[in-house]
C-alpha cells in the first residue's frame, strides 16, 4: 500500500501532464481533505499509510481534478476574506478580485458612516452568500438584505450564514435583482453579477478551464456581459429613494460601457474605479 510520499509523488506526476497549473499544491490539499489532516501532518509524516478506502477516495478526487474540476467543489470548501465558505454547484467559486469589493465597501462604510453604521446594505446576486456574510461580520451594526433568483443558491447562503452566526443580520429573499426589495430603503448596495460573456466562454487558458464547471447563470449574461447590470440600474431608476454608495464589480474591458450605462441611468452619481491587484479596472463605486 502506497504512504503519503509515494501518494503525492504520483499524484503530482499524474495532474502535471493532465495540465494543473497548481499540481503540488492540488495534491497537498486534496490530501489533507482526505485524511482529515493539516498540510503540516503531511509533510511530517511522510511514511504514514493511509486506510484503502481513504486511498480510493483521493484517487476519485485525483481523477475529478485532472479534468479540470475546480477543487473547490471537490472539497466543498473555499476561503474568502479570511472566512470558510462552503460551496457546492450551485454557486459560483467565491474569487479574490471579490475580496477588493468587499473591503472597499468597508472601508468606504468606515470612513462615510461611521456614526450611523445601523444602515441598510443589499448584496445583489448572493450566490454562496461570502459578500453578504463577510460584511455581516466586519459591520455588525449593518442590516443586510441579500438577494439571488437561484433557490438552490440561496439555500447554501443560509446555511453559511448559520456557520458563521450572521443568520439574524442577513435577510435573503429569492427574486429578480431588487424586485424583492422594492419597499426596502438602502443606503449601501453591492453586486457581483455574472458579467461575463461569450468571448470568454470560448476562452481556452488554463485558467478558465474551471469555468465549465461552474453554474452558467452565474457567469454569463448577454449585451457583452452587461444586460444585468443594465437592468440593475433600470430598476434603481424606477424607485423613489436611491441608494447613496454603489459598488459594482466588474471585467476591465467592460470599464468604457458600464461607465456610459451608469451615467446614462444615474447621471447624478459620481464614479470611482478601484483597480486589482493586477492593476486592472475592476470595481465601480458610485456616490450620491
Ligand atoms: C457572479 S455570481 C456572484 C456570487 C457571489 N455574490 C460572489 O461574489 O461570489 C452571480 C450571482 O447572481 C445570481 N443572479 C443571476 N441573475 C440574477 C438576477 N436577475 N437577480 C438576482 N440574482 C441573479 C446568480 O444566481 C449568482 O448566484
Known sequence: MPNIRSLLNQTITRLQSTGSPTP????????????????????????????KKQISDFQFLVSKRSKGEPIAYLTGHKQFYGLDFVVN?????????????????????????PRTANRVLADIGTGSGCIAITLAKHLPRAKIYATDVTKKALTLAHQNAAVHRV????NFKHGDLLKPLTKIKIDVLVANLPYGWLAWKNNTSAESQGLKFEPKQALF?????????????????????????????????????LKALSKKFLPRYKQKIKKDLAGLNRILTLHN
Open 167 to 170: 443568520s439574524k443580520q442577513i
Open 24 to 51: 503540488q499544491l492540488d495534491a497537498e490539499i486534496l490530501l489533507s481533505h482526505i485524511l482529515k489532516k493539516s498540510k503540516e501532518f503531511i509533510y511530517s509524516y511522510p511514511e504514514f499509510q493511509p486506510t
Open 221 to 257: 449574461t448577454q449585451e457583452q456581459g452587461l444586460k444585468l447590470y443594465r437592468q440593475l440600474f433600470e430598476q434603481l431608476t424606477a424607485r423613489r429613494q436611491r441608494p447613496k454608495l454603489i459598488f459594482i464589480e466588474f471585467d476591465p474591458r467592460q470599464t468604457v460601457k
Open 89 to 113: 454547484k450551485n454557486v459560483l467559486i467565491p474569487r479574490p478580485e471579490t475580496e477588493l469589493l468587499v473591503e472597499e465597501v468597508i472601508r468606504c462604510f468606515v470612513n462615510r458612516e
